[in-house]
């Protein structure tokens, strides 16, 4: 499955457009403002949403995991480190391939995913918690998702992001070393 996200990064592309071309070493160049914006990104997780902030999410509370207070989009923390940089001499992606990133960068109303049918395995069911009922294995249609998710966009690149941008390809078009 490729799910595929676009931003307005216009002042961005301007900024690099011009710069790549004096640069001596694009590829490098491209992969350090990529390592930039997936910090960037990784950074909007740590903070619950920049500049605004995202809608807390019940699993993100201080009892989702005994012991241990995580954040909203960060119950086990794999959409968060599942960010990769890919530059060549033109161009730098910073993607995931995880399924649900799209659903929570641009959120989803209840049921607009349609119906799925679902496989319920045979299992037993607790009766007026005095007895147990063995329920059949069965098919279960199920409309997706149970109820609305907030958008919380996540790829979203700072004013700040864009100043260190510059500063690298400026270093980078005189002939200076970066990290």
């Not at 990784?42 to 619950?48: D, K, L, S, V």
């Not at 059949?136 to 958008?151: F, S, T, V, Y």
Request: charged share 30%; aromatic share 6%.
């Amino acid at each position: 499955m490729e799910m595929r996200i676009r931003i307005d990064d216009s002042r961005l592309q301007e900024v690099l457009a011009r710069s790549i071309e004096r640069c001596e070493n694009k590829q490098q160049a491209l992969r350090a403002v990529g390592a930039i914006v997936r910090e960037s990104i990784r950074t909007n997780f740590r903070e619950g949403g920049r500049p605004e902030k995202w809608k807390a999410s019940k699993r993100g509370s201080a009892d989702s995991i005994p012991g241990r207070r995580v954040g909203t989009l960060r119950d086990t923390n794999r959409l968060m480190n599942s960010f990769t940089v890919k530059a060549d001499q033109n161009s730098v992606v910073v993607g995931t391939n995880v399924e649900y990133a799209a659903t929570h960068q641009y959120g989803a109303k209840k049921f607009s995913f349609g119906t799925v049918v679902a496989k319920v395995p045979a299992h037993y069911r607790s009766f007026r918690g005095r007895f147990k009922i063995r329920v059949k294995a069965h098919d279960r249609k199920m409309k997706l998702p149970w109820g609305d998710i907030p958008a919380r966009p996540f790829m979203h690149i700072q004013t700040d992001d864009i100043r260190d941008i510059e500063e690298i390809m400026a270093a980078h078009i005189i002939g200076e070393k970066t990290a």
